[in-house]
């Protein structure tokens, strides 16, 4: 199991921004595959994006394209997911995972791929 520690999770209005954040270690920035998900009331959990930083291969899937962003922090061992104009549909548990893969469509549908950190709420609502 590889320590994963999201953060920034919270309510928004819609069509704000909010900025996760996904602590590990540099090891596992080195070599590992970082993904976001996320699991809404009542729905299976989804694959949001994820990205790649030993050859910088980033993933979107399409719903978020064009709102949402992943980059990476080395200085800070740090993975973000920057959101911007949040609907009330992004609303879930949104949780950071690591995975010793390639980044794409096909990885973040197999969950059992993936260690899990806690999640943090995403609530979008006026």
């Known amino acids: 199991q590889v320590p994963v520690v999201e953060s920034g999770g919270g309510l928004v209005q819609p069509g704000g921004s909010l900025r996760l954040s996904c602590a590990i270690s540099?090891?596992?920035?080195?070599?590992?595959?970082i993904g976001w998900f996320r699991q809404a009331p009542g729905k299976e959990r989804e694959g949001v994006s994820c990205i790649r930083p030993s050859d910088g291969s980033t993933y979107y899937t399409d719903s978020v394209k064009g709102r949402f962003t992943i980059s990476r922090d080395n200085a800070e061992n740090t993975v973000y997911l920057q959101m911007s104009s949040l609907k009330p549909e992004d609303t879930a548990v949104y949780y950071c995972a690591v995975a010793h893969s390639q980044c794409g469509h096909p990885e973040l549908l197999l969950l059992r791929l993936w260690d899990w950190g806690q999640g943090t709420q995403v609530t979008v609502s006026s």
């Open positions: 540099r090891f596992t920035l080195g070599y590992y595959t």
